[in-house]
């Protein structure tokens, strides 16, 4: 029996969700306009498809599991379980308005607004007791306002290049998102052992991606202050070097802390620091 898997075909999630299930040691071929796979060495089934159906895909349990944005599943909930965030796709969904207009939410009481979220918009409108005009437009959500559609928009945002571009800015965060792994809630328990295999190595793959190793050089008298800038996964590992004077210090450091640590390090003797990529973490 296979595991099957939905992940979006072309788009914005695309590489990523392959990427992962690739650095998850899963190998296949996805060549262009192909719509299913088979892994060569895991017992995978991959279907490639439009993100929107990914959710309907697996709850109807055509699909065991699938990839998709948190925004698709807040538009249009299914019934399936979301597993595992994934920490790539990163997005908010923004109420934005032309620029130099002044803004505070009750200006939108009464206000065209144009989105391709209608559904969690409406939810933001009613949490808030405004009425307004929701124009559901399926793409292009940002050209709405300069060509008289809309009075503000409500879309995705990431870098939010496609707002300024467009002489727009964002004033208000609805939601934000980012992929997750989803299931279905009717999972056979063969898929779901499956799953849990797979979820085991997504864990180590994303605690890797998080984190670096750091080796360095200290001065034997230093070592209980750099130890202490070290977090590590239980404590740094602290061995002898040839020269009595001197140790060498190993440990796992989070990507987001790594530049301040790499600062006090040094302030506190370190030397000789190297910071190495990890492949897999298993806490
Ligand atoms: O063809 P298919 O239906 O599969 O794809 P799609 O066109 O519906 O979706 P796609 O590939 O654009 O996005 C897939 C998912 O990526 C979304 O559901 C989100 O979860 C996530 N994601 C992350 C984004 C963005 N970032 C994003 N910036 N989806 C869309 N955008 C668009 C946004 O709508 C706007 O047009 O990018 C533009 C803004 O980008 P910035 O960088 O200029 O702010
Ligand atoms: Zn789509």
Redesign the pocket.
Known sequence: MNLKIAL??????ADESTALLKRCGISFSNGMGKLRAEAANFPLEIFFL???DIPDYVADGVADIGIV????LAESPKAVDVVEKLGF???RLSIAVPKGREYNVSMLQGARIATSYPRVLAGFLADRQITAEIHEISGS??IAPSIGLADAVC?????????FTNGLTEVETIMR?E?VLIAGSGIAAEAQQLLEQLRFRIRSVKAASENKYILLNAPKERVEDIVRVLPGMRSPSVLPLADSGWVSIHSVVGQQDLWTVLDELRANGAEGILVLSIDQMIR
């Open positions: 979006q075909r072309s788009g914005r999630l439009r993100d929107d944005g948190e925004n698709v796709g990163r997005c959500v940002e879309d995705l945002v990431s870098s939010g290049s496609t707002l998102s992929a």
